[in-house]
């Protein structure tokens, strides 16, 4: 990993609720600092500092985003110290490997004066509801979505030329592997390749395959067949020994978007909206599924329906934006009460135990 700095998703706000790839983010990383307590916006913070410090120490990190709040963190990884600091506060969903001795949990509420907290604590029980019910709703928003997506693949389904998108599928294991093999167990790590925020859907393809020499883009419509290929590459490097980096849909946790093989320098990513890119490097090459595999025609054929579905799509993930807005909103409002309650020396403190229990100071 040449690039000092990544950026990921470890979990989304899906159609299927909020799903966690954290424990698969974390593989092979024994040193897990977990910060407990539940304390909005305190946890984001520190995990920032012992990252930028990390950074500053000349590490490469990977910077785990929050699809809660634009801008903040739910954890750092530090691969060089076999290290990583997450938030473990609700809903975030890391199952504990080995607590006490791969896991060590800190609570951030030792920096908060509770006392301060006790005129709030009627505002805290209600932003806590709110931020609740707006996810929720978020929630079942995608949730539509997806079952609006869904009826727009049956389009293409039925008019997918099965043995040629399968042909494709064969052409890209060849590109990939050939006849290559690795005498070694597999190392796949998965999480999303982007996810739905309060600002929209966000993404990090460029930062993602920028180690990558070879970029295949896959370009389509729904139902083309791209996940399917996917999910194929990723069960012959498995098979083959090859370690793989697997990108699930923020939309649908169970569909993949992209697999990067790092020891072959290898991406291959569906690039259609919301992550539709276009070839930049003289390397970059179009996989088109439409082209490939679906019958001429069904375009113009079922121009109307697409539009249609294609709008609702929008007006159902423009709805769950919104009320994931609403929720940040909330947790904005909730991290301002907790910073006035926090005791800056006390927290400085905090800073300087997670820093040297991640490794920082050795």
């Known amino acids: 990993m040449s690039v000092k700095e990544r950026h990921i998703y470890a979990g989304g706000n899906t159609a299927r609720g909020y799903r966690s790839f954290l424990n698969a983010i974390l593989t092979g990383i ?19 500092k012992v990252g930028k410090k990390a950074v500053q120490l000349g590490k490469q990190v990977e910077w785990i985003h929050s699809p809660f709040v634009n801008g903040a963190f739910d954890g750092v990884v530090i691969p060089e110290w076999s ?21 060590t949990c800190v609570n951030v509420q030792d920096a908060v004066d509770k006392q301060k907290l006790v005129s709030y604590q009627e505002e805290i029980a209600a932003l806590l509801e709110r931020i609740e019910a707006s996810t929720l709703e978020a929630h079942q928003a995608f949730a ?30 060849h590109l990939f592997f050939g006849e290559e093999t690795q005498a070694k167990r597999a190392r796949i790590r998965r999480m999303y390749l ?60 169970n569909s993949l978007d992209m697999v990067v093989l790092p020891e072959k320098g290898l991406a291959i990513f569906d690039s259609t909206a919301p992550h539709e890119y276009f070839p930049e490097r003289d390397a970059d090459e179009v996989i088109d599924m439409y082209a490939r595999a679906i019958q001429p025609g069904t375009d113009e054929r079922y121009q109307e ?16 934006t919104t009320r994931l807005k609403a929720a940040e909103d909330c947790r904005i409002r909730l991290a301002s009460i907790y910073r006035e309650a ?6 400085a403190e905090l800073e300087a135990a997670i820093s040297n229990l991640a490794g920082a100071d050795k």
């Open 194 to 253: 982007g996810a739905a925020t309060p600002a929209g859907p966000k993404d990090f393809v460029p930062n993602l395959t920028a180690d990558a020499s070879k970029r295949y883009l896959i370009k389509g419509r729904p139902g083309s067949g791209k996940s399917t290929i996917l999910k194929r590459l990723v069960a012959e490097a498995e098979r083959r020994g090859f370690d793989a980096e697997v990108y699930h849909c923020g939309l649908d946790p």
């Open 305 to 320: 329906q697409i539009a249609s579905f294609q709008n609702r799509y929008k007006e159902a993930t423009k709805k769950g």
């Open 30 to 48: 024994n040193r897990r600092v977990v910060l407990a307590g539940d304390v909005e916006g305190l946890a984001s913070s520190l995990i920032e």
């Open 144 to 173: 539509e979505a997806l079952r609006i997506h869904d009826e727009w693949e049956a389009v293409f389904i039925a008019h997918l030329d099965r043995e040629k998108a399968n042909r494709v599928g064969d052409e890209v294991l």
């Open 83 to 103: 290290a990583a600091v997450v938030d473990g506060g609700y809903p975030r969903q890391l199952k504990p490997e080995g607590p006490g001795v791969i896991e």
């Open 342 to 347: 926090t005791d800056e020396s006390k927290a």
